[in-house]
């Protein structure tokens, strides 16, 4: 080596970042969800309180008939649900056998796929809040549009103000926690009003008529109780696959860390 030359020597140093894990934050709001689902339905007066949550999973379900009747071509005219947490949604027009089997599962289907969505949803924030301001816009049209009833009409105005608080004021964690918090409702709604699978009549605040399982029944082949346990566990694997999509820890990056190399000068003796 010549006199007076300087020799670069490359130093590679490494850091970890630290970053919230996604799968670790919705496991989390999910037991606390669970367990404020415990509290509200233990203290006085808790079944009151969710008076609003029961009526979330009527609506929902309601929705499903409606969203399905317009996929399916027919028109979908009004949506109402009642003090009572019965609902009925109407549509017109004659889309067919199948076609009327579709809507019928749309209802019994609806709140765990929009629990699954919800599951999902509540991994991120952003995503969290995206999905409630989708939940804003979806309150308005219905609103313009199909809503009917004081009830209804209620329900949908705590709703909507509700998701517009979250989309405009709520922080990361509470949008994260309201998500977990309805997509855990819906999902024990799967449970909790399972009975209607498996009755061949539907009593609503507007009258008797027959179920969503009869209609199935009536419309394909089959007794009605066999499609109450088709759509049970449809439902189940629907929230069972919103959960784990939810909490699965995300694939390791190749490299696990990231490298900044520097640069130090060394003379020679």
């Given at each position: 080596?010549?006199?007076?030359t300087?020799?670069?020597?490359?130093?590679?140093?490494t850091h970890?970042?630290?970053?919230?894990?996604?799968?670790?934050?919705?496991r989390?709001?999910?037991?606390w969800?669970a367990?404020?689902?415990v509290?509200?339905?233990?203290?006085?007066f808790?079944?009151?309180l969710?008076w609003?949550?029961?009526l979330?999973s009527s609506?929902?379900?309601?929705l499903?008939?409606?969203l399905v009747?317009?996929?399916?071509?027919?028109?979908?005219?009004?949506?109402?649900?009642?003090?009572d947490?019965?609902?009925?949604?109407q549509?017109?027009?004659?889309?067919?056998?199948?076609?009327?089997?579709?809507?019928?599962?749309?209802?019994?289907?609806?709140?765990?796929?929009?629990?699954?969505?919800?599951?999902l949803?509540?991994?991120?924030?952003s995503?969290?809040?995206?999905?409630?301001?989708?939940?804003?816009?979806?309150?308005?049209?219905l609103?313009?549009?199909?809503?009917?009833g004081?009830t209804?009409f209620?329900f949908?105005?705590m709703?909507?103000?509700l998701a517009?608080?979250?989309?405009?004021k709520?922080?990361?964690s509470?949008?994260q926690?309201?998500?977990?918090?309805?997509?855990?409702?819906?999902?024990?709604?799967?449970?909790?009003?399972?009975?209607y699978?498996?009755?061949?009549?539907?009593?609503?605040?507007?009258?008797?008529m027959?179920?969503?399982?009869?209609v199935?029944?009536?419309?394909l082949?089959?007794?009605?109780?066999?499609?109450?346990?088709?759509?049970?566990?449809?439902?189940?694997?629907?929230?069972?696959?919103?959960l784990w999509?939810?909490?699965?820890?995300?694939?390791?990056?190749r490299n696990r860390?990231?490298?900044?190399?520097?640069?130090?000068?060394s003379?020679?003796?």
């Open positions: 080596m010549r006199a007076g300087r020799r670069y020597i490359l130093v590679a140093m970890s970042g630290t970053r919230s894990a996604p799968h670790r934050d919705v989390r709001w999910l037991a969800s367990f404020a689902t509290v509200l339905y233990t203290i006085p808790g079944r009151l969710a609003p949550l029961i979330l609506f929902v379900h309601e499903g008939h409606g009747a317009t996929l399916v071509g027919a028109d979908f005219q009004s949506l109402r649900v009642f003090p947490a019965s609902g009925v949604a549509h017109t027009g004659a889309p067919g056998r199948l076609a009327q089997a579709a809507i019928a599962m749309g209802g019994l289907v609806g709140p765990s796929f929009a629990s699954a969505l919800g599951f949803a509540a991994r991120k924030s995503w969290s809040r995206a999905a409630w301001a989708v939940v804003a816009v979806t309150l308005l049209l609103g313009i549009t199909v809503l009917r004081l209804t209620i949908a105005a709703l909507l103000a517009a608080w979250i989309v405009r709520a922080t990361p509470q949008a926690g309201a998500t977990a918090f309805f997509a855990t409702q819906l999902a024990l709604s799967v449970l909790s009003r399972a009975d699978l498996f009755t061949d009549v539907a009593t609503t605040g507007s009258g008797t027959p179920s969503d399982v009869a199935i029944a009536s419309s082949v089959g007794p009605y109780w066999m499609w109450g346990a088709v759509t049970g566990l449809i439902s189940l694997a629907a929230v069972g696959l919103g999509l939810a909490g699965r820890a995300p694939r390791p990056p860390r990231r490298r900044r190399r520097l640069f130090r000068l003379d020679p003796k």
